[in-house]
């Protein structure tokens, strides 16, 4: 199967399945995908849109970032939406950004906004994972601008909770460098003159690090240990959750 889905328009997407897990099963396709921006999609594509045969859109983004670029997609009426708005991390706000925001280290811009997805949007994750679990609502696509931050944080937590190991959750989350290269390159330049910051740094933006990440791992170990010890105690997703995580997303044959 084809984990990325090449939807003229689209950034970012792809299908999370296929991972082998820890108990001898793999990650079913064509059940959850993950994705950038919508808003741009080519509509040329009908049937390779309709052959996802999704049910419903989750929507990481801001209030602002939904309004200014609304999702698209072929036969978008007839979806469920979910609105998950989670302020940091967005990129509607590109001219506030100073050249100390994006240096490296754990004052990142993104370091910091992966660290407020723990500790300030617990309940939006709580409730992706009441849609995650109702089976009605699958096939599932969710996304955000980039598809990386908190896409990608939602990710972490779901291949975690299925029971995919550590080394190959974060090499899908590094994924995402190689789907958005061509969109950056396009871009980059125009912002850094935009912003008065050097190209490099700019670029950080919308990359996938494994430093940006460790801002959300940081306070998952000093709070609760693990990350199924965080989302049983933060998000609700206990053991008999992630038993019907596995039995709807995880193929045992």
Request: proline share 3%; aromatic share 10%; hydrophobic share 35%.
């Amino acid at each position: 199967m084809e984990r990325h889905i090449n939807v003229k328009g689209g950034y970012n997407i792809r299908d999370i399945g296929g991972y082998k897990t820890n108990d001898g099963g793999t990650v079913k396709w064509r059940k959850l995908y993950r994705a950038g921006l919508l808003s741009r999609i080519d509509m040329s594509e009908p049937e390779l849109m309709s052959s996802l045969s999704l049910r419903s859109i989750c929507d990481f983004r801001t209030i602002a970032e939904q309004e200014a670029s609304p999702d698209s997609w072929h036969e978008l009426e007839k979806l469920n939406r979910f609105s998950f708005p989670i302020g940091e991390g967005r990129v509607d706000k590109l001219e506030q950004f100073k050249e100390e925001d994006l240096m490296p280290g754990d004052n990142h811009h993104l370091y910091k906004a992966n660290r407020s997805y723990v500790t300030k949007e617990a309940p939006r994750y709580q409730d992706f994972f009441k849609v995650v679990l109702d089976e009605k609502n699958h096939p599932i696509l969710y996304h955000c601008t980039a598809g990386k931050d908190r896409t990608g944080f939602a990710t972490v937590l779901l291949l975690s909770a299925l029971g995919v190991d550590w080394e190959t959750i974060i090499e899908d989350y590094l994924l995402t460098n190689n789907y958005l290269k061509s969109f950056v390159d396009s871009v980059v330049g125009g912002m850094a003159k935009n912003l008065g910051i050097a190209e490099d740094l700019v670029r950080t933006i919308f990359m996938a690090k494994k430093e940006y990440l460790a801002g959300a791992m940081l306070p998952i170990k000093e709070r609760h240990g693990t990350i199924k010890k965080y989302m049983q105690k933060e998000l609700y997703v206990g053991p008999s959750e992630i038993s019907k995580l596995k039995e709807l997303f995880v193929d045992y044959k």
